[in-house]
């Protein structure tokens, strides 16, 4: 899904952005041009799905895209999961995810 498997972040940042490169089990490039949809999810182990968000496909045949992290995205700590999930009419493809680590923020010393 990304160039990592494993990222931290710390808690309530936004506006930045991830990029990835779609690929298969084998390590093959996905090619994002037939998909009309391509999501990107994350949730805590075992919880509801928090994001579920369209992704900027900035190169379809290279398989790459961006997404941009809302406000309310990494607003709780903990550990997620996190997949890149491609959609065309009667296909949907979920690709293997990474880690993202939401660590506490350190609060201003009034």
Avoid: H
Avoid at 7 to 35: C, H, M, P, R
Avoid at 74 to 82: D, H, K, R, T
Avoid at 85 to 100: A, D
């Amino acid at each position: 899904m990304s160039y990592v498997d494993r990222i931290t972040y710390v808690q309530n940042s936004y506006g930045f952005n991830i990029e990835g490169q779609a690929k298969d089990d084998s390590g093959n490039i996905l090619d994002l041009t037939e998909y009309t949809t391509v999501k990107f999810r994350m949730r805590r182990a075992g919880s509801a799905t928090k994001v579920d968000a369209t992704v900027t496909v900035t190169d379809a045949v290279n398989g790459k895209w961006r997404y941009t992290f809302a406000s309310n995205d990494l607003n709780i700590v903990g550990i997620y999961e996190a997949q890149l999930v491609c959609q065309k009419t009667g296909k949907e493809v979920t690709l293997k995810g990474l880690t993202i680590i939401v660590a506490e923020q350190i609060p201003v010393k009034v």
